[in-house]
């Protein structure tokens, strides 16, 4: 017998095998079991206490307990109360702390450290209710792990010690709360008084701030609130609730056992190419569970199941399903006409919206929503007087508090129900759309809407598996039979008019579709609130309120009700496009103040939004930034496009140069992000996505050094240089007022650069469009050479001036940025992929939600068998002993190899000097004698050689992360440099090359050791870089940091380094123009410092700060997770970024302090014929097109996140 799986692929395994693989298999034993009603057991205690904070069993019996204290203090006696009061003239009232079971470094938030202080008294007349301490929320459950048995002890009995490494060594973790312990309020009681009924006056808070934490923040909230989630900014999602809490229905529903659940699982994961790795996967996670029973199986039918599964879920209370209807659109006739005729196009699938807010606020992530906002400070520890506003998640953006306080003023009652005190809040709708292309081939396409809960983290929210992202609808497109109705209305002049009239039905569209979404249903909502029973217990009013729609350009007009590149292009001010080139001057910033685009249509559209919310919505303000499309797709594709025609204008080796060298540049980064390698022709710009150009811009500066002639090559790095701190800045997780403030000024400054630069090179270089053939014929004409201007009047270039107020309003840009909805078209498109190409659209709505019950009942162990827990120590060396190193052997092979001089001696004298607890100077321990060196002894003179270290750290925005150190493809790391202490303006960082990764067993015999065990030591092996002489560098100066390898003569140019010693992996590249040398080391054998085949070595190298958000920040001492000693100080980031003047060069800055009297030429900024394509490079004007037709991002198949 036999199951067959269908998919791309097909899978037989037999049940026979099945069974005797079964029958192998050790019986588990239940370690740490669950309550007997929930019936589940894990193997770790901490695995138990994560499940328990979620089980729906422990939750529903804790209701009723609440419930039945509740009914009995109802029917306490009152002398029993009076009498409760008696102890005193005034009672305090102290909440009990609650206690946290551990968290490693990966689950924390930045204010799981902080301890309530209340502020803002305010007295309330009526008596409240005081829970008992032990009815806490789920968050303050108590760690059964917590150690109350006292100090641990050796098997001797004696105390354990505590061996700490030296605080230089320390990278501060992320650490779960103390608790709140706040100062209460008294109750004022008048002892005198014996009537039967007691009026207390309590004293309590409006606003609860939080103590201080070694991040040195607090954040500032609302008491009103009865729910204050403890995950403020969790940095894991991997925790989710194994089902919907206070549902009643088993964890496999809809199916009848868990063992289908489990198979049903696999098969509908979005993988449509059941692989080796698939079927590995479906026997470790389904056939091997515990819970997976073959006699289950009997009689199963894939397509009974899917059909059992669909048929539930439609009628569940818990999803809200997918419905199919059509929308009428008015199309525009030749000739006036009282009723325009009406087309209908079927095929919009669509959910209710005001039952996706339902249901999102009762799902598996409904444990992580907020339901109130907070304000983040950070307060200096250098300065405490001084604190400033952190900007980061939606919840705790200036948009949400304001949205909360004007609901919980005026939002409105209905009238079945006007005195309901149900607490208020807000669901922070944020929208997304894009058009996607389905296949890489053919006509399938997809335009669906997304919906996100800014009450959600956007760490959540980022992640593509986690499930918050709904599919809201899928947009139809025209249909092929429009085209021909319309050109009846317009007979001989429909070609002349097609392209408007088309224009305008694709707006009417767009709106009926949002006139279908945003219901009767949805208005009440909107108007009155919905009751929702949170997973607190506590039914709330919840207001729905639209805070942001993300889209790219050409939806961004449909949904303004605007003309896609007219007189007054931008959806958020009235910039007329003669003055879009304006970037950065005081009359741009003045124009997007005081000319602000109200929710009025500027085309005979009805705006859906303003006709159903009413006119006090304005839809030009929910339209947020999209740095994906302006920036990294839109400005920096123009620049870089420009940068190489002025190449291929001066010299066509010019531009195999610049290929030459990103192909040289080394990988740098994780699991896809980082640096990847580029390829070998950068400069077509051939089927490149917009993390492509992010990579381009990271590492341009040593790519285009040297390329243009002076002074251009100057202006340019300057220009490169800014770009990339723009860039940098505006797409951090964290912001500061400090950061945004430096981001104002660098807007200021890279709108001058790119006209000065754009000015300066249109009158010195030629920039042309060449034949694309040199070589042609003599007879064929000669074309003369057309100047391409370096074009600035693109609407994408005036938006890079709105960054600043939207992180000031909404928080930073990855909470809305269109990235997430790239991504998500990567589920569609695989969903897709698992339908049969019919009613294509209709399957993948279906897909969808059958894998939204998966991911809820997805077991809770798997998700915490995924967790990295190992995220909270400091690096990961592997302890194999399976490549041994013979000391005395390694030596002497190869020995004239320079790396290896003194190699014995310089690692006995670092071993000596961690063991005697010296601090790191370079390992230069020339007190050290022979003798001493001799009381170090490795066992068997072995070493054991590893590929790879794992360097943990805490990032800017108080979360987890770890490089990869590779000695072959990456090799270099930094540390803390020792000469700051002597000198505060040296550089901050050392770096080095690391050329070996060990381990060894080491014993200390000396006269002053005090531990003869044999003790484990990991080490690194490294060369040494140093800064390159006579060279300035800093962001004053716009320039990278150079370093060079150490010569080899000198003696510790090879030496030995703890690991705990190093803060990050980094990326330096070569300094191309520079070239290569063989002076550092004149040795071309074979050595173990170069590459094989490498005889000599690159002269400077530069540190690439703008690799990531981190690597920048902690360069210029801005990042709040960055601890002393392991960024630069906080003086490093010099604000003063103008007028400033390059000794090297004497480039002159530019001043700014004129730019409104600077005459310029309308001729020299602004095309009036077009606008946007004369920026572009070729082909340019087709995605325009199609972007025009379908609503498509620029090239969102191919120049997208797509294949992440």
Known sequence: MCIELYGSKLVTLTLSFVLILL???????????????????????????????????????????????????????????????????????????????????????????????????????????????????????????????????????????????????????????????????QTSVNPAESAPSRRVTLVVWEYLRTA?????????????????????????????????PGSDKPSFWPFPNKSIQLFMSWLNDGNTTKSKSEADRLVRNCILSPDFNPRDMVGFSAHRENRRMDREGAKSDLRSWFMESSVNIQVPTASPAPDPPIFSIPGLLHRDLTEVIRNAFSDHLAHLLHYSPFKLFHKSSSDSSQSQHIYGEVYSSDAFIEEYKHVQRHGELPPDDPHCKREKSVAALMFLSDATQLTDFGNAKAWPIYLMLGNLSKYVRSDVSSGAMHHLAYIPSLPESFKAFASRLYSGSWRSQESNVMAHCRRELMHAVWHSLLDEKFLHAYRYGIVIRCIDGVERRIYPRIFSYSADYPEKALLATIRDKGLFPCPRCLVHRSELHNLGQRRDRKTRMEKLRVGVSAVPTVNAFVDRLGTTFNPSKMLTVDLLHEVELGTWKMLFSHLVRILHASSDRLVTELNERFKLVPMFGNSGAGIRRFPPNVSEMKRMAARDFEDLLQCALPCFEGLLPLPHNRRLMKLLYRFAEWHALAKLRMHSDETLDLLAELTTEVGHLLQHFRKDTASDLESCRRQDSQGSSSTQPAHENVQKPLNLSTIKCHFMGDYEDHIRRFGTTDSYSTQLGEQSHCVVKRLYGMTNKKNATRQIGAKYLQQQVFRAQEDQERREAQKPEYLDKHHIISHSTDEPVNLFEFVRDNAADPAKKGFISKLKDHILGRLMNRKFDGDMHDEFTSADRNSIRIRNNHIF??????????????????????????????IASPDTATDPNAHPFWYAAVIGVFHAEVQHTGAGSQDFTWKTVEFLWVRWLGIEPDYSSGRR????????????????????????????????????????????????????????????????????????????????????????????????????????????????????????????????????????????PEGADQLEEEDEDEGLSDGSNDLGYDDL
Request: net charge negative.
């Open 1037 to 1176: 100066l716009a320039k990278l940091p150079k370093f060079g390898f150490v010569p080899d003569s000198d003696d510790y140019a090879f030496s030995f380094l703890d690991p705990a010693e190093v803060i990050r992996g980094c990326h330096l590249i070569p300094a191309f123009i520079e070239g290569r040398t063989s002076e550092l080391m004149p040795y071309s054998g074979l050595t173990e410092a170069r590459a094989t085949g490498e005889e000599d070595d690159w002269t400077n190298y530069y540190v690439n700060i703008f690799v990531d958000r981190n690597m920048y920040l902690r360069h210029i001492g801005l990042g709040i997770g960055h601890q002393p000693g392991t960024a630069a100080g906080p003086g490093t980031c010099n604000s003063a970024i103008h007028n400033d003047v390059d000794a090297e060069d004497g480039d002159i800055g530019i001043s700014y302090d004129n730019d409104d009297d600077e005459v310029m030429e309308n001729e020299a900024y602004c095309d009036t014929e077009s606008d946007e394509e004369a920026s572009e």
């Open 23 to 185: 029958l192998q298999m050790p019986a588990a034993t239940p370690k740490h079991p669950c309550i007997s009603e929930c019936g589940k057991f894990y193997s770790k205690a901490s695995r138990l206490s994560d499940h328990q904070k979620q089980c729906h069993y422990i939750l529903r019996n804790r209701q009723r307990l609440h419930e039945i204290r509740k009914s009995q203090k109802g029917k306490q006696p009152e002398h029993a109360t009076a009498s409760s009061n008696r102890g005193g003239e005034s009672s305090q009232l102290v909440e009990q702390p609650p206690t946290f079971e551990h968290v490693t470094g990966d689950s924390f938030n930045v204010n799981q450290l902080t301890e309530p202080l209340l502020s803002n008294a305010q007295e309330i007349r009526d008596p409240i209710h005081i829970e008992s301490p032990t009815e806490l929320p789920l968050s303050h459950l108590p760690n059964e792990n917590e150690n109350i048995s006292g100090p641990l002890t050796t098997a001797s009995g004696r105390p354990r010690c505590n061996h700490r490494l030296p605080r230089r060594f320390e990278d501060i973790l992320p650490v779960p709360p103390t608790g709140p312990v706040a100062d209460c309020a």
């Open 212 to 244: 201080v934490n070694r991040f040195g923040l607090c954040d500032l909230s609302n008491t009103h609130s009865s729910y204050r989630n403890a995950q403020r900014m969790p940095s894991t999602y991997n925790q989710l609730s194994e089902e919907a």
């Open 945 to 974: 050689r590893h590929h790879t270290i794992h360097v943990n750290y805490t990032t800017y925005d108080i979360r987890r992360d770890y490089d990869t150190v590779n000695p072959r493809n990456r090799p270099f790391c930094m």
